[in-house]
């Protein structure tokens, strides 16, 4: 499976970018995909994922009501829609697979828990 990001860039706070990240040679049978992000001298830390089959999504508290991550099967893509963005938001933007079942908050957001991460996206936010 190889994971390509897109969609990062520079935006003013209250503004909004949209990412997109494409699975290439992701099997049918796998699972989901999550969004993480790494804020300059910090931990990566979740953002949202969700399931192929579009089950539940999750999110982390930071990004709930401003971020939406939808997934296009046909187009083994995820995307997330990042809207009112904060200079907090600003980080680096990963998205990664999930192969195998994963149920509730806890497996969704735990970073050893998936399987392939792409490349990342720059995310800047100005004030």
């Known amino acids: 499976v190889q994971l390509q990001a897109s969609g990062g860039g520079l935006a003013q706070a209250g503004g909004s970018l949209r990412l997109s990240c494409v699975a290439s040679?992701?099997?049918?049978?796998?699972?989901?995909m999550g969004w993480f992000r790494q804020p300059p001298g910090k931990e990566r830390e979740f953002v949202a994922a969700?399931?192929?089959?579009?089950?539940?999504?999750y999110y982390a508290d930071s990004v709930k009501g401003r971020f939406t991550i939808s997934v296009d099967n046909y187009e083994n893509t995820v995307y997330l829609q990042m809207n009112k963005l904060k200079p907090e938001d600003t980080a680096i933007y990963y998205c990664a697979a999930l192969l195998y079942y994963c149920a509730g908050y806890t497996c969704f957001s735990r970073l050893e828990g998936y399987d392939y991460w792409g490349q990342g996206t720059q995310v800047t936010v100005s004030s």
């Open positions: 969700d399931s192929w089959s579009n089950e539940t999504k």
């Open positions: 040679g992701r099997p049918f049978s796998s699972y989901g």
